[in-house]
């Protein structure tokens, strides 16, 4: 039984900072490339980061460069989003998912629905003056 559950959206200003959870169970968090999404109302879901089973790979989509930091617990099996300097582009249901592979320095893996094992429901982010 593997179930994410993602914590820590709501609402900010633009500038404003969030720091999004990721608690992953049913499995061992060094074992899988965890990579963060969002989705925003009426949009396609875009990869925003990832991070690989040992930590050492990490991707971020050019619009968050930057601004964004994923980073992983293992002892509480956590993966964390730190985001700073908020937007409202960012404004999205952000949600975490196991990934398939290794890396993330895979071609398609943050665009091809394929490489989604399992995901949360995910939390809301809401950046608005």
């Known amino acids: 039984q593997v179930r994410l559950v993602e914590s820590g959206g709501g609402l900010v200003h633009p500038g404003g900072s969030l720091r999004l959870s990721c608690v992953v169970s049913g499995v061992t968090l060094d074992h899988h490339v965890i990579g963060w999404f969002r989705q925003a109302a009426g949009k396609e879901r875009e990869g925003v980061s990832c991070?690989?089973?040992?930590?050492?790979?990490?991707y971020y989509r050019d619009s968050v460069k930057g601004r964004f930091t994923i980073s992983r617990d293992k002892t509480k099996n956590t993966v964390y989003l730190q985001m700073d300097s908020l937007k409202p582009e960012d404004t999205a249901n952000y949600f975490c998912a196991t990934l398939y592979g290794s890396t993330c320095n895979i071609p398609g893996i943050m665009t091809s629905s394929r490489y989604l094992e399992h995901w949360g429901q995910g939390t809301p982010v809401t950046v608005s003056s």
């Open positions: 991070i690989s089973t040992r930590g050492s790979d990490t």
